[in-house]
């Protein structure tokens, strides 16, 4: 029996009337019972599905057109174009007057750089503005009027594109010869506008400004109660030493010596600051002893613990926040699908039909392993009706990490080969090959110190070039043995050395930089245990909130563009 008013309902544009009874209607779109009205839900689920994958706010148009204007703006090409034309308005600094744009940086070969003609980085950053004015306006339309008036993010990027283009025709009116150009301190915003990262680590730099701005207070009063008992103890007595010259010179006057303290509280080129006061005085060690206790191991400690705990809840914040749209956008998909049945719910709100959820995971847009993992679990409940808390369990598994393992070893009949492949793809192989390179090492230091004094042209590198060579085939060796031993795929699929190695003694060769051994990562990557979930969900995963399910209704009640009518 349908309920006799409905639960989750709001009258729009002033009508007054209520939904039908179990079904949803929405603000944007009118659709009767029937094949049309299963479709759109099962695309509205589609679109709620992909927000909740990735964590995006599902505050936006759900009428057909909408949602494939919005599928479309977030698709791989769109998003790529709108990058690529960010990269692009932030390169013509390189080019434009005054350019830097040279073939090298030394000043005593460096040619007049080339100036663009007028109009032809113009052109290039009218054509970015369009980009980005369409871009705006495709988000405006998709948020809504009156999300677009709460959303000071847009209304900062309307305001730095009206700015942009009234500096853009003033430069055209003047033949690019005005002496400012504005717009070029606005261009970082559209990257920063473009980035939810960046975005959150200014929030954040704002969320912690209160809490830093005590500490910086008493920074700036250390810094200056040090200041002027610098410049009465160091500045009394003047002579004519050169000792005496340099020492004045970091405590000469009021500017120079709040620099040289700054330096001194920073740590950076500290003993220039310190050493020719000491040298006069021993005991002026004090003063620098005292000062650098209460500033750089006391109060900058203070304020990096600060800053670390403010940013921790910040990202605690966040991280809760992503959890919640997660959280909101599945139940939103739940809420649809329970709708498709003949356009009428289910009796008493019992669940959704797995068939229509494997229909919409079906278009859903995320990569095939996290695809695959679920269609298999809504395969494995048969073809009941999904409940709301057996519905969100299935969304968990995208939480959850995947595991990959190794290609199996290949598999050879010979006990010889068998043996060899033991011993061959053992750890304690790997082991040797460390050895090998460590030793590789201790050789190149051993020969750098020996040849230390030698001057380049009169040294002789045929022995080092020998020593060279015999690692070079060592790892050739032990390359091929490792890819017998566990096949192509296998050595690929472990974090090896080998070509660590390798690629170290090649580059130190084509540089002839016989220093150390570089850092470089692997070439294949770590495949046996590939982490889908952030490890920054991983770091709040045991104190994050589940939202609760009054929290997430009445967040679905609240919804713009859509009415609840269940």
Known sequence: ?????????????????????????????????????????????????????????????????????????????????????????LSLAFIETPSSFTSTSDARYRAEPWHPPCGLTESVEALCLLVFTADLAVKSYLVGWAQFRKSLWLLAYFMVLVLSLVDWMVSLSLLCQEPLRLRRLLRPFFLLQNSSMMKKTLKCIRWSLPEMASVVLLLALHLCVFTMFGMLLFTGEKQDDGQDRERLTYFRNLPEALTSLLVLLTTANNPDVMIPAYSKNRSYAIFFIVFTLIGSLFLMNLLTAIIYNQFRGYLLKSVQASLFRKRLGTRAAYEVLSMTAEGQAHPQGAGVKAQDLLQALQKVQVDSTRKQALLEKVRAHGHGLLSANDFQKLFNELDKSVTREHPPLPEYQSPFLQ????????????????????????????????????????????????????????????????????????????????????????????????????????????????????????????????????????????????????
């Not at 599902?58 to 703006?73: F, Q, V």
């Not at 043996?419 to 030793?439: C, E, K, P, T, W």
Request: glycine share 6%; net charge negative; hydrophobic share 45%.
């Open 419 to 566: 043996s060899a492949q033991f011993l061959f793809g053992h750890r304690y192989f790997d082991y040797l090959g460390n050895f090998i390179v460590l030793a590789n090492l201790v050789s190149i230091c051993v020969f750098l110190v020996l040849d230390a004094d030698i001057l380049p042209h009169n040294r002789d590198d045929f022995v080092l070039g020998i020593l060279n060579c015999v690692f070079i085939l060592y790892y050739l060796a032990e390359m091929l043995l490792k890819v017998f031993a566990l096949g192509p795929l296998g050595y690929l699929s472990y974090p090896s050395n080998v070509f660590d190695g390798l690629l170290t003694v090649i580059l130190l060769n084509f540089l002839h930089k016989w220093d150390r051994r570089g850092n470089l990562p692997s070439l294949s990557g770590d495949l046996e245990s590939t982490h889908d979930t952030s490890t920054v969900d991983l770091l709040f995963r045991e104190v994050l909130e589940e939202p609760t399910e009054e929290e997430l209704m009445e967040k679905l009640r609240h919804h713009p563009h859509l009415q609840w009518c269940r």
């Open 1 to 89: 029996m349908a309920e006799s008013e409905p639960l989750l309902s709001r009258a729009r544009g002033g009508s007054g009337r209520g939904c039908p009874e179990g079904l949803p209607a929405r603000c944007s779109v009118q659709v009767g019972p029937g094949a049309a009205w299963k479709d759109l839900c099962l695309e509205q689920a589609v679109v709620f599905i992909e927000d909740a994958i990735q964590y995006r706010s599902i505050n936006h148009r759900m009428d057909a057109r909408s949602m494939w204007l919005y599928r479309w703006y977030y698709s791989d090409v769109c998003q790529w174009i709108l990058s690529f034309v960010i990269f692009l308005i």
